[in-house]
C-alpha cells in the first residue's frame, strides 16, 4: 500500500491560488489513479479532481472544473492540484488519494480509492 503525504495547504484571500502536493512513497504512483478529496465542516467527502494511471485522462467536479488543475509527476511519484481562483466555499481539509494498480473502475467515488492521506487544511477567507 502506497502511503500520501500532503501538503501546501494554508490560508489565502478569495481569487487567491494555491497549489498542493501529495508525495508518495512504499510504492510507485506510476500505475495508480491518483485524486484529490476534500471535506468541508459538517459535509461529506467529496470528489475535487481525478488523473488516471493511464492515458493521463483528468476529472474534474463541476465546482472546481476551468479552475484547478490535477497534474502528476511519476519520477517524482508526486500529484498536485493547482488551485485558482479561491472561492470561500473551497475551504475545506484536502485529501489525496490512491487506488490498486491498473485500476479500470470509477475515478469518483471514494471507494475506489484504497490508500488516502491525512489531508491539509485549506481556507479561502471572503
Known amino acids: 500500500q502506497v502511503q500520501l503525504v500532503e501538503s501546501g495547504g494554508g490560508l489565502v484571500q478569495a481569487g487567491g491560488s494555491l497549489r498542493l502536493s501529495c508525495a508518495a512513497s512504499?510504492?510507485?504512483?506510476?500505475?495508480?489513479?491518483m485524486a484529490w478529496f476534500r471535506q468541508a465542516p459538517g459535509k461529506e467527502r467529496e470528489f475535487v479532481a481525478a488523473?488516471?494511471?493511464?492515458?493521463?485522462?483528468?476529472y474534474y467536479a463541476d465546482s472546481v472544473k476551468g479552475r484547478f488543475t490535477i497534474s502528476r509527476d511519476n519520477a517524482k511519484n508526486t500529484v498536485y492540484l493547482q488551485m485558482n481562483s479561491l472561492k470561500p466555499e473551497d475551504t475545506a481539509v484536502y485529501y489525496c488519494?490512491?487506488?490498486?494498480?491498473?485500476?479500470?473502475?470509477?475515478?469518483?467515488?471514494?471507494?475506489?480509492?484504497?490508500?488516502w492521506g491525512q489531508g491539509t487544511q485549506v481556507t479561502v477567507s471572503s
Open positions: 488519494a490512491a487506488t490498486t494498480a491498473f485500476w479500470a473502475g470509477s475515478v469518483t467515488t471514494r471507494g475506489s480509492f484504497r490508500s
Open positions: 488523473t488516471r494511471w493511464s492515458g493521463g485522462n483528468t
Open positions: 512504499g510504492r510507485t504512483i506510476s500505475s495508480c489513479t
